[in-house]
């Protein structure tokens, strides 16, 4: 294990005014977004796409520093023969790899599920890495969902939790940065204090099986939910009880050693996960680089305004420009309303 190396990978990860762009849909779920915009899903129209975003230089050098790319992506080429990764180093950000292998459903845990692929990752890594992978990402799914036994249950997140640091510690072991994503589901009912305890029990048993399986937490990137209220929850709390409680619940469960943390969405809208971001670092000073590594709520606007056609490329790099900015201000403390409207 190079530490050096994984502590400065780390650090650029988590750079100042830099975040994440999540661009790891697995087949079945760039099908539904594409759907979503009317898009035939093929090998050549994700690459299009996936090409259109790397290509935009003001996203890419001031506001990306890493790229999570799905297997099928790491291996394409860019029409005029470059490869994706390389288009990405280009511009001066990190390629990155989703390794985990989706979830199944978990044994005698009705409705849970566990995160798979910790087989032959060692040797996937290396072939990774070949390709210019950096870093890697591997996400638990934990739901919220009252009833008799209530979910999540102890099974579902002392699992989960095992894999996450094993993957992490398998990643160190090949000098890539592991990115750990214990995502608790905002899609249920439940209030934000619900979600601020399972949040905190995923957090902590997630750092006591990182400690045991001996991960170095400063070449390591934590990518977890806010505390939020559930989207069906009859009231949610407001950006500034989100923020608050965010921060204290990681507070409580985060050492100050870990190199960064860089939010997943979740499903917020992408003006809310901008606010959210924004208002936590505004809290500051705190222990860590607090960022963000969004899917949907950097790609919601760039994929609408593309819709699949040539034409529409250079608006939708705008689009993606713009959003980028947006959380780039946010990772500092520093997005204002007007420039929302000004763009
Ligand atoms: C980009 O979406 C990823 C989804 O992968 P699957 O297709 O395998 O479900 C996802 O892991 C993503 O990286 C994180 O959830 C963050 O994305 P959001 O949209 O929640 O910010």
Same mark, same amino acid.
């Given at each position: 294990m190079d530490k050096d190396l994984l502590v400065?990978?780390?650090?650029?990860?988590?750079?100042? /005014?830099?975040?994440i762009l999540a661009a790891d849909e697995s087949s079945g779920?760039?099908?539904? =977004?594409?759907?979503?915009?009317?898009?035939?899903?093929?090998? &050549?129209?994700?690459?299009?796409?996936?090409?259109?975003?790397f290509r935009?230089?003001?996203a890419m050098k001031n506001n990306i520093s890493g790229v999570i790319l799905y297997d099928e992506t790491i291996w394409q080429?860019?029409?005029?023969?470059?490869?994706?990764?390389?288009l990405i180093a280009d511009a001066g950000s990190l390629p990155g790899i989703k390794v985990d292998k989706g979830v199944k459903p978990l044994f005698g845990c009705p409705g849970e599920v566990i995160t798979e692929g910790l087989d032959g990752l060692g040797e996937r890594l290396v072939e990774y =890495?070949?390709?210019?992978? =950096?870093?890697?990402?591997?996400r638990a799914v934990i739901d919220i969902v009252p009833g008799s036994p209530p979910v999540p249950s102890h099974t579902a997140v002392h699992t989960n939790a095992h894999a996450?640091?094993?993957?992490?510690?398998?990643?160190?072991?090949? &000098?890539?940065?592991?990115?750990?994503?214990?995502e608790v589901l905002m899609d249920g009912g439940h209030d934000i204090d619900t979600c601020l305890r399972v949040t905190e029990w995923v957090l902590k048993t997630t750092f006591q099986e990182l400690f045991y399986q001996r991960v170095m937490l400063e070449g390591i990137v934590l990518k977890p939910n806010m505390v939020i209220s559930g989207k069906?929850?009859?009231?949610?709390?407001?950006?500034?009880?989100?923020?608050?409680?965010?921060?204290?619940?990681?507070?409580?469960?985060?050492?100050?050693?870990?190199? /960064?943390?860089?939010?997943?969405?979740?499903?917020?809208?992408?003006?809310?996960?901008?606010?959210?971001l924004d208002l936590m670092n505004r809290m500051g000073p705190l222990p860590w680089p607090v960022?963000?590594?969004?899917?949907?709520?950097l790609q919601h606007m760039p994929q609408k305004v593309w819709a699949g056609k040539a034409e529409n490329v250079a608006a939708a790099q705008r689009a993606f420009a713009h959003r980028s900015h947006m959380n780039g201000l946010a990772a500092q403390g520093q997005w204002k309303q007007d420039l929302e409207k000004a763009a």
């Open positions: 400065k990978t780390a650090n650029a990860m988590v750079a100042k /005014g830099k975040g779920t760039i099908k539904k =977004r594409f759907d979503a915009i009317g898009v035939a899903s093929t090998e &050549d129209s994700r690459r299009d796409y996936r090409e259109m975003m935009t230089q003001a080429k860019a029409k005029d023969g470059t490869p994706l990764t390389k =890495r070949a390709l210019g992978a =950096r870093f890697a990402k591997w996450l640091a094993r993957y992490a510690a398998i990643c160190q072991e090949h &000098d890539i940065v592991p990115i750990v994503e214990p069906k929850a009859p009231s949610r709390a407001g950006h500034q009880e989100v923020a608050e409680k965010t921060v204290r619940v990681l507070k409580e469960c985060v050492p100050p050693a870990v190199a /960064g943390i860089a939010f997943l969405s979740g499903g917020q809208s992408d003006e809310e996960a901008t606010i959210h960022t963000f590594s969004y899917g949907r709520a």
